[in-house]
Every structure is written in C-alpha cells, then in structure tokens.
C-alpha cells in the first residue's frame, strides 16, 4: 500500500523527539553554566573591588603628627569631689536697721554720736557686788550702774587682780551715764579751763560712758589711777576678759582724747585680743572690717591665745529698708553687733557650736581667762584621774 505524501515511517517519530530532547537538555545545562559562570565572575569582581576599597582605606588611615603649636602635655580630667565639711554654711537673719547703733562693738565719739533709745539692760554695781559676795572693789556711788553683758567681765578682771596682789583699793569711779549728766561734765571742763572744746571729756552724744559699755577705775589711797606699778596688770591683761585701754598714748591723733590709763571699754573677747595685739584702736578697727572684710569678699580669721578659731567680716545696713539681711552661721556660735556708722559686725566661733537656733539670742561669751581656767581645770582633773588610776595599780 502506497504511503501519503506526509506520512513517516513507522518509528521514525519515536527517534526524532528523543532526539529532540537531548538537544533541549544540553542546551539547558549549557545556559545554566554560562549563568553560574557569569555570576562567579560577577561575585569575585565585587570581592575584588570591596578587597582593594578596603586596602585603599587602611593605607590612608595614619598617625596624624602631633602640631607644633599643640602642647606635649596630658590634660589632667576633673575628678568630683566631696563638700568641704569645715566649710561654713550660712543663712541669714533679718536685724532691725536702726540696730546698726547697737551691740558691744559700736564706735561712739565727735564723728559717731550714741543716742540711746532707753533699752539699755543696765545693772547695779554695787548690788551685784553684795549678791555676789564681792568685798575687794565697788563703785564710788551707790547708783553706779553698768551693762550686763560688761559687768562679769570687769568683776573677773579686778578679781584675778586682786587674788594675784591682795590690793582691795580699786574703786569705779565712773560708769553709764545719762545725756544730761554728761552736758553737766562737759561744761564744768570747760569752766574750769576756759577752753571752747575740752580734749578731757567728751560731748554729750559723743562719750562711751552714754553706752553703759565703759567705766573708770581709781584708787581709794589718792583717787589717782595710773596703770603702772600692780595696776599694769590690770592694764596689761584686760585683753584676755573682752575689755581694752580705749584711750592710748600713741593713739591720741585718731581718738581725739588726751590719753587716760583709767578708761576701759568692753567690745568682747575675740575683738580685744585682735585689737591688743595688733595695737589698734577701735576706730581703726572698724574700719578695718569695714574696708577689707565684707561679707562678699575675704573674712578676718584669727585664733586667740586660748586656742578659740573666729571669723569676722562686715554687713552693710540696708538704710532703705527698716531691716538688714544678715547672713549668720549654721551649728556655730556667732554675735552681730552694729557699728553705730553703717553696717553690722558678724563674729563666727568656728570651733564652738551654737546653743541657740539662728536668729536667738546667743549664750553669753566666754571669755579667754575664763576657757583658760576651764582647760587649766580640766587638765588638772585628768592629772587627778591619773593619779587615782595609778594608785588603784600599785595596790
């Protein structure tokens, strides 16, 4: 039977598609190599370009060299450190301005005139003499009187005197005194010199003995008080109880007085042992504190020679306001006395803590003859104590 034009052989198709097949596998694998290839070459290019990118940065990165204006040096790094715990920490108190004319520190003469408001806490001599069973010294007149605060420390000083020289001759011959009283001195002075201003006493307004912060001693041999012989002592160590000689010889030319070896005034411990010894007198001293210590600035430090620290430094009085911020210490015993000229005179006991809250009254001063005696008492009870504990060992 004849076959068709288009017919194929048996078995030939069979043949042909595998033949097919293995041409379109082989052509399959061929493209998937020449692929892997391709990406292989692909991939080594980019770790080539990231190896040599990455040797190109580490062959620029070097040492820069150091300038030559830069300094060879370490800089040292600030480390924190703890609060001073002796550094004084301050509040503030607020004073009555017109208090700046009182307190133990008030500078009274020509320039500075005292006017007394009636407040004075002013004692007898003589009473407190009786009650306190003191027969060696008392005041010439019965009514002498003086401020409390200045009356223990001249008792102590003229009883150490006495105890040291058994002289029971000193007499107050002059203590507070009136306005009026005052004007009478003044012009008897000056009737009985014929001078117009008298160098001997002082104006009304202008004398301490207005304060009750001043007295005069004599004697009741001659009534004539010199400060020399036994008296010197007197003269001498009046530091070392809060009082000072306010009238001396070399000081005539800024006090304005002739001197006078009889006329003590009270302005505390630490600034009579300041004012001692460094022969200042209290007009000096004040403006000491006032030109060199204000509270803003640097601070008078001393020890005194019982051993007390103090710091002292001056406030201006807010004369536009009726008080005056004061700035006081906290834990630590301190005084604020006005100036009577412009401003208030704050005295830090560094070493001594305060028995008040700020703004109270504070416990009487101590004087330096008295912390003397209490440390001579307590090195004495220590011995004592020794000697008890040694007698327990020998038994």
């Not at 009304?204 to 020399?228: K, M």
Request: with cysteine.
């Amino acid at each position: 039977m004849a076959r068709g034009k288009d017919e194929v052989p048996e078995g030939s198709g069979r043949n042909g598609e595998n033949n097919m097949s293995k041409k379109n596998v082989s052509k399959e694998k061929s493209i998937r190599s020449t692929k892997l290839l391709v990406e292989t070459i692909i991939t080594g290019a980019i770790l080539c370009a990231g190896a040599f990118g990455l040797k190109g940065v580490l062959d620029q990165s070097r040492m820069v060299p150091l300038s030559q204006y830069a300094e060879d040096t370490d800089v040292p790094i600030a480390v924190p450190t703890e609060a001073d715990p002796d550094q004084i920490v301050y509040t503030s108190v607020d004073m009555p301005s017109a208090d700046v004319s009182k307190g133990d520190l008030i500078l009274v003469n020509d320039e500075h005139q005292y006017v007394s408001d009636g407040s004075e806490n002013l004692v007898n001599i003589n009473e407190l003499n009786e009650a306190y069973g003191i027969t060696f010294f008392s005041a010439i007149e019965d009514d002498y009187t003086i401020l409390s605060q200045a009356y223990q420390p001249m008792a102590d000083l003229l009883s150490d005197y006495y105890n040291q020289f058994f002289d029971d001759t000193i007499t107050i011959y002059g203590s507070y005194r009136t306005n009026e009283f005052q004007q009478q001195l003044y012009e008897e002075d000056l009737a009985e010199t014929g001078a117009e201003e008298s160098s001997r006493v002082a104006k009304p307004g202008s004398s301490e003995h207005e304060t009750g912060l001043a007295f005069d001693l004599s004697e009741t041999v001659n009534y004539d008080y010199n400060g020399e012989g036994d008296q010197a002592w007197i003269n001498e160590n009046c530091y070392h109880y809060g009082l000072i000689l306010r009238y001396a010889e070399d000081k005539k030319d800024i006090t304005g007085f002739d001197p006078e070896p009889w006329h003590f005034r009270y302005v505390g411990a630490p600034h009579a042992y300041y004012m001692t010894t460094k022969n200042l007198c209290l007009e000096e001293y004040i403006d000491l504190l006032r030109g060199n210590f204000p509270y803003t600035g640097a601070h008078l430090e001393f020890t005194d020679d019982s051993g007390v620290e103090y710091e002292v430094f001056w406030v201006p009085a807010d004369t536009a306001s009726d008080t005056t911020s004061v700035p006081v210490p906290e834990g630590l015993k301190y005084t604020v006395s006005g100036n009577n000229v412009d401003g208030f005179i704050v005295t830090v006991y560094k070493n001594r803590p305060a028995a008040t809250a700020p703004g109270e009254p504070q416990v009487p001063e101590e004087t330096s003859a008295e912390s003397e005696e209490e440390n001579t008492d307590s090195e004495e009870e220590n011995a004592d104590e020794e000697s008890e504990v040694s007698a327990d060992e020998a038994e």
